[in-house]
């Protein structure tokens, strides 16, 4: 019987002592050092470097870098969207990317500014320069570039043909074909052949006025 009291005491002496401990041991959340914005920012920051690197005259990113940049972002906001400093540093890289967007367009790198919107759209931006951004690059990228490749005249008609190729900036598919002086094709209006078939003047019909010249190879 005195074996069992001092056993039954034991035991409980040993839960107490466990329970203190518990009580005394802080959260997990408490022991842990939140990051700050800098320290969050300095984390993201490279994830866009590809877009830098373009805007520099690098290479264009490819279909694989824009996904690993947008997964890697995505991965860093499951661990940090959900603290203010996160979410105050993706509100900060999500301005530096719309100063890239904008920089794109005036470079005319329009494949660019849709990547550069596709990160701010993850980010969860709502912007009305990315919008305009963003409508723009798609028209743009919309007009085919164009090759003249040279000419041939028809002296029964008096004409002049010009050899073409079109080349779909989204697809890459290459079109060739025989054009002349006013006609329309591919959203685009073939206004007049410039000096002694040096060059091509082209209107691009979704832009009315928007004229671009193109030399003969």
């Not at 990051?35 to 993201?44: F, Y």
């Not at 100063?99 to 990160?119: F, H, N, S, T, W």
């Not at 004409?159 to 006609?183: D, H």
């Not at 591919?186 to 019909?205: C, D, P, Q, S, T």
Request: aromatic share 8%; hydrophobic share 45%; net charge negative.
């Amino acid at each position: 019987m005195r074996h069992s009291i001092v056993l039954s005491v034991a035991v409980l002496l040993c839960f107490t002592g466990c329970e203190q401990l518990l009580k005394q041991e802080p959260p997990r959340s408490a022991t842990e050092k939140q990051q700050t914005k800098e320290e969050i920012l300095s984390e993201i920051r490279p994830f866009v470097v590809p877009i830098q690197t373009t805007l520099a005259g690098g290479a264009i990113i490819s279909d694989v870098e824009r996904y690993t940049m947008l997964s890697n972002l995505r991965d860093a906001m499951v661990r940090h969207g959900e603290t203010a400093a996160g979410r105050a540093a993706f509100q900060e890289l999500s301005w530096e990317v719309q100063g890239m967007a904008k920089q794109a367009a005036d470079m005319e790198r329009y494949r660019l500014v849709l990547i550069c919107i596709d990160v701010a759209e993850l980010l969860d931006t709502e912007s009305l320069l990315l919008k305009r951004l963003g409508a723009k690059a798609n028209v743009m990228l919309d007009m085919p570039t164009v090759r003249v490749n040279g000419f041939i005249d028809d002296i029964e008609k008096k004409q002049t043909y010009i050899f073409i190729e079109l080349f779909n900036r989204r697809t890459g598919e290459v079109e060739k074909l025989q054009a002349r002086e006013g006609e329309e094709f591919n959203n685009l209006r073939l206004v007049r052949i410039l000096g002694a078939n040096k060059a091509v003047l082209f209107e691009y019909l979704k832009l009315p006025g928007l004229f671009f010249e193109v030399e003969s190879f």
